[in-house]
């Protein structure tokens, strides 16, 4: 046997007060926006790219990086490209 339905008055039904509740929007709340979070990656890109360098410039010249370091270089120039400033470029064009 199914259950039955809750006893939750359906929208635009009358309530046990007679009267039709209007809906309302939902209440705001303070966390993190979309625009929020676009507005901040710019700044965190320029910082992980900014620690990164220092980081290879402490290890040296001809330092082979690991697979994950290099996974993550791949990843941070493609940030760069996206929201930060573009890597320069090598070559003639």
């Known amino acids: 046997m199914k259950p039955t339905r809750s006893a939750r008055p359906v929208k635009g039904t009358l309530n046990a007060r007679g009267g039709t ?8 709340r303070g966390g993190l926006t979309l625009s929020k979070v ?12 900014y620690l990164r360098g220092q980081q290879k410039a402490r290890r040296g010249k001809y330092y082979k990086p690991s697979k994950r370091g290099q996974a993550f270089d791949f990843v941070l120039g493609q940030a760069q490209k996206r929201f930060g400033k573009a890597p320069k470029k090598k070559g003639w064009f």
């Open 21 to 28: 509740r209007p809906s309302r929007a939902a209440p705001k």
């Open 38 to 49: 676009l507005a901040y990656v710019p700044i965190a890109v320029e910082l992980a790219a």
